[in-house]
DNA sequence: ACAAAAGTGTTGAGAGTACACCCATGC
DNA sequence: GCATGGGTGTACTCTCAACACTTTTGT
C-alpha cells in the first residue's frame, strides 16, 4: 500500500533540523530572555530567540550549548530540551523542524555576541516582548509556563545565582520570575526545610545594614532533580 | 569565523526526522505497550516501538497520528510529545533524529496491524519487556515515567479507559499503572472531589453482586488539564 | 443465606499560610 | 541613635493517610 521509499539516500526530501535557545536570566530585578536582530531575510531586521542549525555530526544538546556559547559566551548553566516544533510552514524558506531548548544563566557570567546572521544581541524583559520572528512567540510562552513549573517544583532557581547568596536574593529570584511577593518567613522555612543548601559560614558585609549568610547550592546543577 | 552555509539547497547534509511512538494501554490487567518486530535491517527481527519518517509535509503531530493509525486503527487517543533523541550514532544507517511521542489508548478500540516495515506487531508488558532496537529501551523508560507523572498530576487516566467506567474499573487503572493498591475510600474521595467525572445515573449490573455506579468524565480528553 | 464486589466517615499527622517583632550593622 | 535590611516562632487550616463495616445484588 504505502511506496517503499529508501529515506537514507538524499534523493529523499529532508527537513532541516535548527535548534532554538530561550535563554533567560535575572538582570535589573527583572526576568530577562535574550534576543537577537535578524540580519538576514526572512524576518529581516526582526527579533528571534537565538538559534542554528544541528550540524550532521553533532548531537542535539551539543548543537544547544554550541549556540549559547557563541550567542551568550556562557557555557555554566541549566540547559533542558523544552519542545519540538515542526509545523511545515512555520518557516517560510522551507521545512526547519526546531528542537527548543531552555537555558537558565546567571547573568554576571553572561558575555552578548551577535552571531554570523544576527546584528545585535539583547536582553528583553520576558514580560515586554518586542513582534519576534517565525513561531518564536509561540516558543517563549511555552518557555516561560515551564520555567514557572520548572521553579515551583524543583531547585533550577539555583542556576539563576551565583555560587553564593543570600536568602534574600534567591527569595529576588522567585519573586521576579512569579511576578509576587513571598511571606519572608515561610519562604526561608521552606527552603531549609528542602535542605538543599547550606551555610557557608560567610557574611555579606559592608553594606549599612545586619550583614546577611551567604548559602551555597549543596549539589552541582542538574544533578538535585530529574523531574521531566 | 563561521563560514556561511547556505542550509536550504540540498547539497546541506540534513539528518532524517522519525517520530517513535510509545502506545500504551490497559489489557488483561497490565499495563501494555505495543512493539512491533523489525522486518528490515537494521535490528532485523528485533522488536522496536512503531515509528516513522516524518514526510516533507506533514507536521509532527500529523505524522504520530498517521502511525498511531497505522500501527494501532485507532484515533481516538491522547497523544502527547514525549521527546527528542538526537544522537548522531542512535541509527547506524545515518543521522536520524526521533520526536517520540506517546499515547494513551483504550485496549478495546485497538486493532494491531503490522505495517511495511514490520512483520508483527504485539503487546507486551510495560514491566518486562524483551531487547529493543536502537535507543528503543531509553525512550521507553522515559515513557513509562512521564506516563506515571501524568498520572498522578492530571486526568489523562481516562484515556485508558472507556467513557463509561465504575470507580472499581478507575482505581484498577491506576493500580496497574503505579504497580501499588490505593485505599478505597480515599480513592473515591479523591477523585470525586477532582470533581471531574459525573455519575451517569446508569449502573453496571448483571453480575452476582451489588451493580456499580457508572461514570463518565466531564470533559473532552486533552481539554482538562494543560500542564507541560 | 451466602458470596462478592460496591459503597461509605472519622480521626490524627503533617504541610502550608498568615502574621509582627527584635537584631546587627554603617553612618 | 537611627535607618536599613536580616533574621526568627506560633497558631490555624486544610490536605492526606490510615482504618472496618454495611449494602445490594445473583445464585
Redesign the interface.
Given at each position: 500500500?504505502?511506496v517503499?521509499e529508501n529515506?537514507?539516500d538524499?534523493s529523499?526530501?529532508?527537513?532541516?533540523?535548527a535548534v532554538d535557545m530561550v535563554i533567560f536570566t535575572i538582570k535589573d530585578d527583572a526576568l530577562k530572555v535574550i534576543l537577537v536582530k535578524r540580519a538576514i531575510p526572512p524576518f529581516k531586521g526582526k527579533w528571534a530567540i537565538p538559534g542554528g542549525?544541528?550540524k550532521?555530526?553533532?548531537?542535539?544538546?551539543e548543537a544547544a550549548k554550541r549556540e549559547l556559547m557563541e550567542e551568550a559566551g556562557v557555557d555554566e548553566v541549566y540547559l533542558e530540551?523544552l519542545?519540538?516544533f515542526?509545523?511545515?510552514k512555520r518557516d517560510p524558506?522551507?521545512?526547519v523542524?526546531s528542537?527548543s531548548y531552555f537555558a537558565l544563566v546567571n547573568s554576571s557570567g553572561i558575555n552578548l555576541k551577535a552571531?554570523?546572521?544576527a546584528t545585535e544581541a539583547e536582553f528583553f524583559s520576558a514580560y515586554n516582548l518586542p513582534e519576534l520572528a517565525f513561531d518564536h512567540e509561540k516558543i517563549l510562552k511555552?518557555a516561560l509556563?515551564?520555567l514557572k513549573?520548572k521553579m515551583e517544583y524543583t531547585t533550577v532557581a539555583f542556576s539563576l545565582l551565583p555560587e553564593k547568596f543570600t536568602l534574600t536574593e534567591l527569595q529576588n529570584a522567585y519573586e521576579i520570575v512569579f511576578h509576587k511577593k513571598f511571606d519572608e518567613r515561610n519562604f526561608r522555612k521552606k527552603i531549609l526545610a528542602l535542605g538543599m543548601i547550606k551555610d557557608t559560614g560567610e557574611l555579606r558585609g559592608g553594606l549599612s545594614h545586619r550583614p546577611a549568610k551567604l548559602y551555597a547550592f549543596k549539589k552541582k546543577i542538574g544533578e538535585i532533580f530529574e523531574?521531566?
Amino acid at each position: 500500500m504505502v511506496v517503499y521509499e529508501n529515506p537514507l539516500d538524499d534523493s529523499f526530501k529532508k527537513p532541516l533540523v535548527a535548534v532554538d535557545m530561550v535563554i533567560f536570566t535575572i538582570k535589573d530585578d527583572a526576568l530577562k530572555v535574550i534576543l537577537v536582530k535578524r540580519a538576514i531575510p526572512p524576518f529581516k531586521g526582526k527579533w528571534a530567540i537565538p538559534g542554528g542549525f544541528v550540524k550532521i555530526n553533532e548531537s542535539l544538546e551539543e548543537a544547544a550549548k554550541r549556540e549559547l556559547m557563541e550567542e551568550a559566551g556562557v557555557d555554566e548553566v541549566y540547559l533542558e530540551q523544552l519542545y519540538t516544533f515542526g509545523e511545515p510552514k512555520r518557516d517560510p524558506r522551507g521545512r526547519v523542524i526546531s528542537v527548543s531548548y531552555f537555558a537558565l544563566v546567571n547573568s554576571s557570567g553572561i558575555n552578548l555576541k551577535a552571531s554570523t546572521d544576527a546584528t545585535e544581541a539583547e536582553f528583553f524583559s520576558a514580560y515586554n516582548l518586542p513582534e519576534l520572528a517565525f513561531d518564536h512567540e509561540k516558543i517563549l510562552k511555552y518557555a516561560l509556563q515551564r520555567l514557572k513549573w520548572k521553579m515551583e517544583y524543583t531547585t533550577v532557581a539555583f542556576s539563576l545565582l551565583p555560587e553564593k547568596f543570600t536568602l534574600t536574593e534567591l527569595q529576588n529570584a522567585y519573586e521576579i520570575v512569579f511576578h509576587k511577593k513571598f511571606d519572608e518567613r515561610n519562604f526561608r522555612k521552606k527552603i531549609l526545610a528542602l535542605g538543599m543548601i547550606k551555610d557557608t559560614g560567610e557574611l555579606r558585609g559592608g553594606l549599612s545594614h545586619r550583614p546577611a549568610k551567604l548559602y551555597a547550592f549543596k549539589k552541582k546543577i542538574g544533578e538535585i532533580f530529574e523531574i521531566l
